[in-house]
């Protein structure tokens, strides 16, 4: 027989089996009548919240496109041994959705560090840069003076509420480095990682801006060894010579940031016992840096020396709403990106999944009628659901409808990535391969040595206060701007003052031709480097 009509036989004879697949009740036309009859009432009943922000409670999910949230959804449901796929995530609750662009100024495709940028700044700009405008270049000090963009972390600081990073990164990473640092390279790191024309130029390390910029008073994730002096040992890996300290300039960032907080009650903290022994209540500031460098996945987390992202989670908000002005917190489940660039299914959805449960903590310990949560992905990446899995099949198992080679293939694979295994023109064999484990590397259609990002729109859900601001399809950089209008931080201030009529601009663009000219040159040579780094640097 044909390929091509076995094919047609087995999708035939998957449709008779699928038929007793799902749940008796949902045979019953009237079951998905009454269930939609009842999503319409509470639609009806919905009333907008035009309360003014007391608090901002950002959760931004590195990677979680909408594949990757799908795909969690149905994980979820089925750690709970359920089908999976009609589970409710905390996410799918959020009554506002939208979507947000991702491109940035010079790609098509952007990375963390842009995008960062773009929703927590408000402006777009470059691959590479952080709290810089496009007029910045990548990896180019000198560009970066006069073009920095400050954050709506720090907008609220100087509004006087409370602020908070939370990260399963190191907090030097992308995403937390946005909302207080300014670099024309994201991997600036700390001084080490900067060239020594940068250093000269007067560029400084994310890490010491960490300190420097603003007061920020909850401070948790990953990245100690990019706070102490060369060759200092880690308190948890002393052996480990990679987890020893970077820092040439012999600072050590750990012990300024507590000299700074004398007279403040104040904690570092490197394990779960001395983080658990921190009393919310009468803490001013926390820094928690449990690991060298990021937190070590949900899967493999030792729950006796690093708390989940639920129990840090919980630990900044009792400790940033003691402040009668409020906070603003951005919490990033950042290794749901990183573990995609591994082609790991297993250990991206997982990482959602314990990302949704921490959304649900900060559901449970605010109050929906003062506090706008915000619940984004910055980027997405290749990743594919395919083929006709029965339902509540195991999203990490393989499709029942095999190739046109005559051999299975995963429900979940990637476009590029480490996992492409052609050998001679021929895909392997995985009948006999468990495609569930956390060691497991998904196929890719293309090879590469780490999964690259994708293009495509992101989704952005919102609740509380002004949360209908969130809606229809957006540029990125449209999120810090309604978070800011919602909570009267930054500079537009109408809404705390009654007003919704335009808030006067006046804007002067320079026409030019020939300093277009040189910007535009200038422009297409720093797209160049952008694309040279790219090919020399792995980007999360």
């Not at 996410?91 to 991702?102: C, E, N, Q, S, Y």
């Not at 402006?123 to 180019?140: E, P, Q």
């Not at 992308?174 to 000269?200: E, I, N, Q």
């Not at 994310?206 to 060759?231: C, E, F, H, W």
Request: hydrophobic share 35%; proline share 4%; charged share 20%.
């Amino acid at each position: 027989m044909e390929p091509s009509k076995v094919s047609m036989l087995a999708l035939f004879l998957l449709v008779v089996v699928g038929k007793t697949s799902g749940k008796v009740e949902e045979e019953n036309a009237e079951f998905w009548r009454s269930q939609a009859k009842k999503t319409l009432q509470t639609a009806l009943d919905r009333k907008q919240n035009t309360n003014v922000a007391k608090n901002i409670l950002f959760f931004l999910g590195d990677g979680m496109g909408i594949t990757t949230y799908t795909a969690a959804r149905i994980l979820k449901g089925q750690l709970q041994n359920q089908t999976g796929e009609e589970t409710v995530m905390t996410m799918d609750t959020f009554p506002h959705v939208g979507l947000a662009k991702t491109y940035s100024v010079d790609f098509q495709i952007a990375d963390s560090a842009a995008t960062a940028t773009a929703y927590l700044c408000g402006v777009k700009t470059n691959l590479n840069t952080i709290g810089v405008s496009a007029a910045a270049r990548n990896g180019v000090c000198k560009s970066q003076k006069g073009n920095e963009v400050t954050s709506i972390l720090k907008w609220a600081k100087d509004a006087g509420k409370s602020v908070g990073i939370v990260t399963t990164t190191r907090v030097q990473h992308a995403t937390p480095a946005t909302s207080y640092a300014h670099s024309a390279s994201r991997k600036w790191y700390s001084d080490t990682d900067m060239p020594a024309a940068a250093k000269r130029d007067g560029c400084t390390d994310i890490a010491s801006q960490l300190l420097n910029n603003t007061d920020i008073d909850v401070i948790i994730g990953g990245g100690r060894k990019y706070m102490t002096p060369r060759g200092t040992k880690d308190p948890e890996y002393p052996r480990d010579y990679s987890s020893r300290g970077k820092r040439q300039d012999k600072r050590n960032l750990i012990s300024e940031w507590q000299n700074q907080k004398i007279g403040k009650v104040a904690h570092y903290v490197w394990n779960k016992t001395d983080f658990d022994a921190v009393n919310p209540e009468t803490t001013d500031y926390l820094m928690a840096l449990f690991e060298p460098g990021d937190l070590r996945y949900e899967a493999e987390r030792d729950p006796k020396m690093d708390p989940s992202i639920v129990e840090t989670t919980e630990k900044a908000l009792r400790i940033l709403r003691k402040n009668p002005k409020g906070f603003f917190l951005l919490v990033e489940g950042g290794r749901i990106d990183q573990a995609h660039h591994d082609g790991r299914a297993y250990m991206a959805l997982h990482e959602t999944v314990a990302f949704d449960h921490a959304i649900a903590k900060g559901l449970e310990l605010t109050n929906e009628e003062e506090t706008l949560t915000i619940v984004m992905a910055d980027h997405s990446h290749p990743f594919t659901s395919n083929g006709y899995p029965f339902r509540g099949q195991s999203i990490l198992g393989k499709s029942p409808l095999w190739a046109k080679d005559m051999l299975p293939y995963t429900t979940l694979m990637y476009g590029n990535g480490p996992g492409h295994k052609i050998t001679n023109g021929t895909r392997p064999d995985i009948r006999n391969v468990n495609t569930k484990t956390k060691e497991y590397v998904q196929l890719s259609a293309v090879p590469t040595d780490s999964a690259t990002h994708s293009g495509e729109d992101v989704a952005v859900l919102a609740r509380g206060p002004m949360a209908h601001l969130f809606h229809g399809v957006q540029e990125q950089n449209y999120i810090a701007h309604a978070m800011a209008y919602a909570a009267c931080v930054g500079t537009d201030l109408r809404h705390c003052r009654g007003q919704t009529t335009p808030a006067f601009v006046h804007t002067t663009f320079n026409s030019d031709n020939s300093a277009g000219g040189a910007r535009t040159s200038a422009a297409l040579i720093s797209g160049l480097l952008s694309a040279a780094l790219l090919a020399h640097n792995v980007l999360m």
